[in-house]
């Protein structure tokens, strides 16, 4: 999971006109709108549950059917039954996991802030 920032000229309703608006994005799904003329911020709502499996999902979806149903079912679980030879993709997929998690708490505690 990324999150990457972009700044693009957009129409500000409070402003009533065209101004820099910096943009958020969760991969590739926008999560935030600022304006950064009245700092005015419009939040979408990124389902970042939906986003985290959507990603592991993708990455494994081309393993046997067999595992791809256990990664599913049980991921920490496939993770440490996997055959050692495996492990190589399986310890990348790992922390990424763990990258994304980051991600989830960092908005997780900026929402317990407001
Ligand atoms: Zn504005």
Not at 32 to 50: A, F, G, P, Y
Not at 75 to 84: A, N, T
Request: hydrophobic letters at 30%.
């Amino acid at each position: 999971m990324k999150v990457k920032k972009m700044e693009a000229g957009l129409y500000c309703i409070h402003c009533k006109e065209e101004v820099d608006h910096e943009i958020t994005y969760i991969n590739s799904d926008i999560k935030s709108i600022r304006c950064l003329q009245c700092n005015r911020t419009k939040e979408l709502k990124v389902d970042l549950k939906k986003e985290f499996y959507r990603e592991i999902y993708e990455r494994i979806a081309t393993k046997p059917t067999r595992m791809t149903k256990e990664y599913r079912e049980d991921l920490s679980h496939l993770l440490f039954s996997l055959p050692v030879r495996a492990i190589k993709k399986p310890y990348r997929i790992l922390k990424d996991v763990n990258s994304s998690r980051k991600v989830i708490k960092t908005y997780k505690s900026k929402k317990s802030i407001k």
